[in-house]
């Protein structure tokens, strides 16, 4: 057999045809002027925002880390993805020329492999802010995450390599293991924040976020102990077939009816015609310390007030839990999984050609480990990455500041679960109305990779990337990510009446290592 099939490269490509759940965005989302970006990252950041209305368009982004393949292509992978190769590396038909096994080294270790991706496009949505103490926000995305994780590494090699390489990959590792799954979720989420305490200098809101989800496409394979080896193909000489001795594996897919017949009717919306529907939620709390708040108060019609387009905290401290909440799929129009046990069979490309796109994947699978009535799964559930988000922001002069931010996964990829990356981020930034420039630098890919970003908005605009350096080929890239898009902001009106300074009083706030000095 000239190449086994590989699954978990499969998995990628299917997921609702973007080429590669979005991560972060973090050169905006910690802005004061973030609106939309910053309810995904904690719903309580809606109310007492700068913008009286900002209506988001439309945006993009998208990422991919893993641990085994090195780009070594002498042009970037930004450059691939966006068809902006040039024309000395493309064929007679214009075709980019990409030599598999001379641009992506194997990084060989020892160590199991992974590989994370995903895409997030944000579709129209508008936070809308009621008066000082309450807001609203409504909005809409489709959300597609794609991940292989706990791979052995002999595992990963057979899948990328098949048995034709120059030295044919025995394994080593018994209890060999591969552990995959995509999902494609739309998202319709409505949020509401209110000012929770606002005495002088102690400031403290909320905010919870309730998702509707409906599931386009969901994937996985989850095998433990596979116990395999390489046989003799009677048809190739000088080639091999692969004997699966043993296995235990669970595996599932929604068939391409999930999505092709996709619509915004109620029973769609309702679960009764999607492959798979649920609820989630986040729930967010942010506290403020404002030692210098007197400077924005002011007194209309006989009543103090605070400048609505001032930001006013020395530290923020924003807290939150996201994604909490899962997907059922049990529509057997669309929905077909199983769970067993096998050995003694021999895994053949041949079976995954007889049907094209996802059937040919599910047929290739039961013809291969000879699916049984008897070893399907009526259903199965999803869990949504939940991840605890935690930040402190700093002011440190005017317009310029400093966040700290650790965004810690809950749900583990050894399931059929929608997983998300673990990073810790710091990331200076200059923030003004109508621009801004972040530079985040991050330990990304659950804290194993270092990444350095630039992210900016220039009015209406929005766009960056939080790992830059492959755009530009730099380092050997082992991932990338970007991202764009596009908003409407109206902003708060500022007091009518001269502002009026009164005398500061220096306290400390319930962070107490923190304070400000009297100016």
Not at 112 to 122: I, L, N, Q
Request: aromatic letters at 10%.
């Amino acid at each position: 057999m000239k190449r086994v099939l590989p699954i978990f490269l499969i998995l990628l490509s299917i997921s609702s045809g973007v080429r590669v759940q979005a991560q972060f965005l973090l050169g905006q989302s910690s802005s004061n002027y973030a609106g939309v970006h910053g309810v995904y990252l904690n719903p309580a950041t809606a109310a007492d925002s700068r913008y009286k209305v900002q209506i988001h368009l439309a945006g993009f982004e998208s990422y991919f880390y893993n641990n085994y393949l090195v780009w070594q292509a002498p042009y970037s992978p930004f450059r691939m993805l966006t068809n902006t190769v040039p024309s000395r590396y493309r064929g007679p038909n214009n075709g980019i020329i990409f030599r598999d096994q001379e641009y992506l080294r194997e990084k060989l270790n020892g160590r199991d492999k992974h590989v994370r991706a995903g895409a997030e496009v944000r579709g129209p949505g508008v936070l809308f802010t009621i008066n000082d103490n309450n807001a609203i926000s409504i909005n809409s995305r489709l959300r597609v995450g794609v991940a292989a994780t706990d791979v052995s590494e002999s595992v990963a090699r057979l899948l990328k390599n098949g048995t034709v390489v120059e030295d044919r990959i025995q394994p080593q590792d018994f209890g060999s293991r591969l552990n995959a799954n995509s999902n494609a979720l739309v998202e319709f989420s409505g949020t509401y924040a209110r000012v929770l305490l606002d005495d002088e200098e102690e400031f403290v809101k909320v905010g919870i976020t309730a998702k509707r989800l409906i599931s386009l496409q969901q994937a996985h394979i989850l095998a433990n102990n596979i116990d395999y080896e390489y046989v003799a193909d009677p048809n190739a000489p000088t080639g091999a077939n692969v004997l699966i001795n043993s296995l235990s594996a669970r595996y599932g897919m929604t068939n391409e009816g999930a999505y092709s017949n996709a619509s915004f009717s109620p029973a769609w919306l309702l679960g009764k015609a999607s492959a798979g529907s649920g609820w989630g939620a986040d729930l967010g709390l942010v506290y403020e310390y404002r030692p210098d708040v007197r400077k924005y108060s002011y007194r209309e019609n006989g009543k103090m007030k605070k400048d609505a387009t001032k930001n006013k905290y020395l530290y923020r401290v924003s807290v939150a839990l996201l994604d909490i909440g899962r997907v059922a799929y049990k529509n057997p129009n669309y929905v077909e999984a199983y769970q067993l046990q096998r050995s003694g069979l021999t895994l053949n490309e041949s079976s995954f050609r007889q049907s094209p796109g996802l059937e040919g994947v599910m047929d290739g699978l039961n013809n291969t480990l000879v699916a049984a009535p008897e070893d399907q799964i009526a259903a199965y559930r999803t869990l949504l990455p939940t991840r605890l988000q935690a930040s402190i922001d700093y002011l440190v002069k005017d317009k310029v500041y400093v966040n700290a931010m650790i965004m810690q996964g809950f749900v583990s990829n050894r399931n059929t679960n929608f997983t998300m990356p673990s990073v810790l981020a710091i990331t200076p930034r200059y923030e003004a109305k109508w621009f801004e420039v972040a530079v985040p630098l991050s330990l990304t890919d659950n804290y194993s990779r270092l990444a350095m970003g630039i992210g900016a908005r220039l009015g209406i605009l929005y766009l960056g990337s939080d790992n830059i350096l492959p755009t530009f080929n730099i380092g050997n890239p082992k991932g990338m990510e970007f991202h764009f898009g596009i908003q409407v902001p109206i902003y708060r009106k500022p007091p009518e009446s001269q502002l009026k300074c009164y005398p500061e009083t220096q306290k400390r706030g319930i962070f107490g290592f923190l304070k400000k000095k009297s100016r």
